[in-house]
């Protein structure tokens, strides 16, 4: 396996005057499914800011496959790399129609209007992600969680070799989360596709990712798989909350159990 098919060197980007994340250092080969955790503000999605060009580097480089991100150019971008946000602007039209747009950066000069081709990759997304029922609904009109499963979809559209996720669970039941994280699993194993995945829920990043980042004030605190990271002191480091960290009977994952205040240790 190419140990470095996504190559982080020496990242910083930031706000002016204001927070940045630095000297970021990552290497993961192709197919990884990195989980970045970290506390509210640490500062994982402006990481992702900086790796999908929303905001310049202010040091270091991004290197996709051999490929330096800062030569692509915005459409050779969207080829490689495509992003799921916390938060997507939705216009009326139909998830169908949603979805496609993730072909839009396969498009070729003076082509205007989707192939045959287009249409069959959105509908095998659409399909994957359990939403063929929806397709003629605007997306307007769906529920917060069904909105990020067409999020999703779109995104795999685009057919990245880098998939960029915000939270995409954060909406979603346990039926969904579970779906979404086996669908990301397969697709990581199968398809080869690099993600890189903000998870607030610890327990779910630990049983799925196969890379852990956790975060801290800007920085990378740790890394390594889940039982390297997932440790008590790691986590009481980060979050300043106790918890107490256990192993998940069947996957021998690690689990965080939280501690109420009424407990002694
Ligand atoms: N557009 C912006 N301009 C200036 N500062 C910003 C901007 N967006 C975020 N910040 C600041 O950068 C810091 C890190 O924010 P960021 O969104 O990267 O954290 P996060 O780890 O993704 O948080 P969360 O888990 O709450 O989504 C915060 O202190 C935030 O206030």
Redesign the pocket.
Known sequence: MDMSYLEIKDMSC???N??F?SDINLSLPKGAFLGII????????????GIAADLPLSGGEVVVGGVNLAGVGLRGLARLIAVVP?FTELSGVSVQEYVLMGRIAHRRPFQFSYTEADRAVAAKYIELMGITHLKDKPVTEISGGEQQMAAVACALTQQPTLLLL??PTSHLDITYQVRIMNLLEELSRREGITIMM?V?DLNLAGEYCTHLML?SE?KSLCQGAATAVLTRENIERAYRTRVEVGVNPVSKRPFIFPLSGRVTV
Do not use: A, L, P, W
């Not at 970290?38 to 800011?49: A, I, P, Q």
């Open positions: 930031g706000y002016h204001g927070f994340v970290g506390r509210n503000g640490s500062g994982k999605s402006t990481f992702f800011r916390q915000d939270e903000i607030h975060m800007g």
